[in-house]
């Protein structure tokens, strides 16, 4: 039996069907269960940023694929007796004072670490799914809005990270390691756009716009220093390309997903309803 918090989430959805397919009992923990739609899994509601009744949901679980949230882990950790993998991020292993997401992604590391039970964490590059905040943009207008159109990312789908997440849970191969994930290209925004576009089968033009108007837009997914934090990765990112992280391949004997197959896997999120689907 394995537990996977955040059931909603992608890399979540890709973890619990890998471990179906693997014959394996999941249990699914998720602040919204009602919205939890998989067959063949028991549902526990459950929110890392609670402290709320999780030693229940650890009952009979040999491991649990966690998110870095810190608010609550500590009673998450202390209530479980089994492996733990933490989805975490690239820059978590030299956090910086001043930057918000990588001291949560750390602290959360912290209290795992500090529990004594086996773990692993999978410190994830950019998240490939974080693009679907353009597929608003997208459907309406065939645009998407953004400054510093050269900043680059190594984005990684998030069937890999699912991928290694699996293999850290059932086999314990992983135990008190932290694996770097990354796509296999570093990638301008311009050009994840280029991508979208080649994946839909239409014309996507990537319009150029200040950083203070972005904010606007990023207000969606925090507060003030979150927000600078982001605008501060693009900002450095500009121009740069980002480092390709070896574990996926060394792990598995193959590339990570490109881009453009992560386009191409969630081509309908971009396209417009009217528009008929492209042939595979």
């Known amino acids: 039996m394995f537990l996977v918090a955040g059931g909603r989430g992608r890399i979540a959805r890709a973890a619990v069907a890998r471990l179906l397919a693997g014959g394996h009992r999941v249990r699914v923990a998720s602040r919204r269960p009602s919205e939890v739609d998989f067959e063949g899994v028991e549902v526990f509601e459950g929110d890392l940023s609670k402290a709320d009744g999780w030693r229940r949901a650890f009952d009979g679980v040999d491991g649990a694929l966690l998110y870095a949230d810190p608010a609550g882990i500590q009673s998450v950790v202390d ?51 974080n693009t679907l905040q353009w597929a608003s943009s997208i459907r309406a207008e065939g645009v998407v809005r953004a400054p510093f159109r ?33 796509g296999p290209a570093s990638l301008t925004q311009e050009q994840q756009v280029a991508a979208i576009a080649e994946a839909i089968g239409a014309d996507v033009r990537f319009e150029e716009i200040t950083p203070g108007e972005y904010r606007r837009t990023l207000s969606q997914w925090g507060d003030g220093g979150l927000v600078d934090t ?49 042939a595979v």
């Open 79 to 129: 209530s479980a007796s089994s492996r733990l993998v933490l989805i975490s991020a690239l820059g978590a292993g030299g956090a910086a004072d001043d930057d918000p997401i990588e001291r949560m992604h750390l602290a959360a590391e912290a209290a795992v670490r500090a529990s004594g039970l086996p773990w692993t964490f999978l410190r994830a590059g950019g998240l490939a799914t």
């Open 230 to 278: 982001l605008l501060g990765h693009l900002r450095a990112a500009d121009g740069v390309p980002q480092p390709i992280a070896p574990d996926f391949q060394e792990i598995t004997g193959r590339e990570p997903a490109s881009y453009a197959r992560w386009a191409a896997d969630h081509a309908a999120d971009f396209r417009d309803e009217g528009t008929p689907p492209a």
């Open 150 to 182: 050269h900043a680059h990312a190594a984005l990684v789908h998030e069937a890999d990270v699912a991928e290694i997440a699996v293999r850290a849970l059932t086999t314990g191969e992983h135990d008190g390691k932290a694996r770097d994930l990354t």
